[in-house]
């Protein structure tokens, strides 16, 4: 097979993966601009339209113990066309919903399909890939990743200002059923019966993880990436209502505003191979947390000083987040980096604890959110400190990545 052949081959890959992990992050992206209008629309408050956000982070947290064990018993695609159905299906009856408690089902049933994406896109990057390449591969499925947080409030903005927010959803319906079909067409089982045969499954589920969770190594470099991500979630939940209703931002302006974020994380995390082929994985996750850490802690101060500034907060939060970029895909290749043999329980339990963290953070830190900035600035600061006393406490000597 030719170089170029490969080099297709690699890139198809990257991007349908991309697509089908992005799928879930884009139900999410593309209705925050929404957020106050469904309060309006069903008359509720900020905490009761934030369940709607919490129930898919949820559901996608803990659906994904169980798509990634098996996976590895019955292969990579059959959860995905199982899971793309239920979001196909489950987006459809977010557009009909009559009433906030209907659409917060819907929402955590979409976060049950939406999980599949995230845990079997992580599975088959270690079932085709290690080492460097593998961190190739991962930047690149974050740049299709990245696009959607960088799209989809512009899209979903201008959606919710021409048609409403109901019509969010239909879109959302149109890209899970793009991803059915990507899945069949273009898509090969990259874990096939003859390699779950010779693989030993060490006697059940359960013992898998059980092993992962006597493993410090990756334990802590799972706990440390999931609280660098929960400094995201506390953004996701809090920020429409704090930059539209106290800096008087429109949801178009909104969209602006989170798309840029966007864009410095994974234009940041692009950078991410050529980093650790250079100064190694171990370094590049300690410089990411320490910058977004004291990047955090500045604005923390600022605030609490009488600072109360959009430009100050955005352009803090931009440095935070690139720093972020360095953090997220890195943790995740070293963390499953001595478990091929259970590529798809490892992400999953990867994936249950990054997003079951952040929202469960954010619905403790509820009753004490407002409009205001600093309650949100705080807990993401907190969110830092954490992530970097587990990164301090794991990674106390330079490894190096495991050759493709």
Aim: with cysteine.
């Amino acid at each position: 097979m030719s170089t170029e052949t490969n080099k297709a081959g690699f890139y198809r890959v990257a991007i349908i993966l991309g697509l089908l992990s992005a799928i879930g992050p884009f139900a999410i992206d593309m209705y925050l601009p929404a957020l106050p209008k469904i309060g309006q629309t069903f008359n509720v408050g900020i905490q009761e339209v934030q369940l709607s956000l919490t129930a898919f982070l949820i559901a996608q947290s803990v659906s994904q113990l169980f798509y990634g064990p098996i996976s590895d018993k019955v292969g990579r695609k059959p959860p995905l066309y199982f899971g793309m159905a239920v979001f196909f299906l489950s987006t459809v009856g977010c557009v009909y919903a009559v009433s906030l408690d209907m659409l917060i089902v819907f929402r955590f049933l979409q976060g049950i399909g939406a999980a599949a994406g995230i845990v079997v896109a992580r599975a088959v990057v270690r079932d085709l890939y290690t080492g460097v390449e593998a961190t190739k591969m991962m930047s690149l499925l974050m740049l299709v990743f990245g696009v959607s947080p960088i799209l989809a409030p512009l899209v979903g903005s201008s959606v919710i200002a021409l048609s409403g927010w109901r019509s969010v959803f239909t879109i959302i319906a149109i890209c899970a059923g793009l991803g059915l079909v990507l899945i069949y067409f273009g898509l090969k089982e990259s874990y096939p019966k003859v390699k779950r045969d010779a693989t030993p499954h060490q006697g059940s589920t359960l013992n898998a993880y059980l092993i992962l969770l006597n493993d410090p190594k990756y334990m802590g470099i799972v706990l440390a990436s999931s609280f660098a991500l929960a400094n995201f979630f506390v953004y996701l939940a809090n920020s429409p209502f704090v930059l539209i209703e106290h800096y008087n931002l429109t949801e178009t302006q909104y969209g602006i505003a989170f798309g840029l974020n966007a864009a410095v994380f994974f234009f940041s995390a692009q950078m991410n191979a050529r980093l650790c082929q250079r100064f190694g994985i171990e370094t590049i996750i300690k410089f990411g947390i320490w910058t977004s850490t004291l990047t955090m802690s500045a604005m923390a101060f600022g605030y609490l000083a009488g600072i109360d500034s959009l430009f100050f907060f955005m352009g803090l939060y931009m440095i935070a987040s690139g720093a972020v970029a360095l953090v997220i895909p890195t943790t995740s290749i070293l963390a499953m980096e001595s478990h091929g043999h259970i590529a798809g329980t490892a992400s999953a339990l990867l994936g249950t604890l990054q997003i079951a963290v952040g929202p469960t953070f954010v619905a403790l830190l509820g009753p004490y959110m407002n409009e205001e900035p600093l309650p949100m600035i705080l807990a993401m600061t907190f969110c830092s400190l954490v992530s970097l006393i587990f990164v301090m406490l794991t990674l106390t000597r330079k490894s190096q990545l495991v050759k493709a």
